[in-house]
């Protein structure tokens, strides 16, 4: 019960608008979240961005909080009213696509709007991508190595050796056309 009023009592709703570019990740928890991509999404907050993890489960959302992104469930989320164009960036675990129809929406919905770069991370590649995914590569900065350490260890997710990469595939949907990449690569050195 503390951790759904931890994530209700949350001063600024999920979905808002802002002049700030906006990047959304979908996890099955924030866990997943931290060790799939939190020293991306770390760095992309200190670059300015609204970061927000979306997660299935409603756990601790203070491993987000250590990377200075925002934490909601997804039936929060998905109840929200603005989506699909505020989206300039999603990156989630590609068998959530997959087994989710709402999740699968909200990528569509973003990935319509024109400009929404999609990353994804996982082994099932999507059928609604074209078939060849470019594999992309962030260097994460010395900033982001430390408070992802953190972060793991507030999630209890069993260190591992440190990297100083996290890699995502994007690709292109073909539903909506074309995509066009709107994250710039950073070397945070």
């Known amino acids: 019960m503390a951790d759904q009023r931890q994530y209700a ?24 979240a931290v060790q799939q991509a939190g020293g991306w ?44 164009a505020c989206l300039q960036a999603v990156a989630l675990r590609s068998d959530l696509y997959h ?21 994804l991370w996982g082994d099932l590649w999507p059928a609604d991508f074209a078939d060849e995914a470019d594999p992309v590569s962030h260097r994460l900065s010395l900033a982001a190595r430390a408070f992802k350490a953190q972060a793991l260890a507030a999630a209890a997710v069993a260190p591992e050796p440190p990297m100083d990469t996290e890699v995502f595939r994007r690709g292109e949907i073909r539903r909506p056309g074309s995509l066009r990449p709107s994250l710039q690569e950073v070397d945070y050195r």
């Open 99 to 119: 087994a989710d129809a709402r999740v699968r929406r909200l990528v569509l919905t973003a990935a319509e709007a024109g400009d929404t770069e999609i990353r």
């Open 9 to 32: 009592a949350s001063p600024e709703p999920p979905a808002r608008h802002s002049l700030r570019p906006r990047l959304t990740a979908i996890a099955p928890s924030a866990g997943e």
């Open 41 to 84: 999404l770390f760095d992309q907050v200190m670059a300015g961005w609204d970061v927000t993890v979306i997660s299935v489960d409603r756990g601790d959302p203070r491993p987000l909080h250590i990377l200075g992104v925002r934490a909601c469930v997804l039936d929060t989320a998905l109840a929200a009213p603005v989506f699909g």
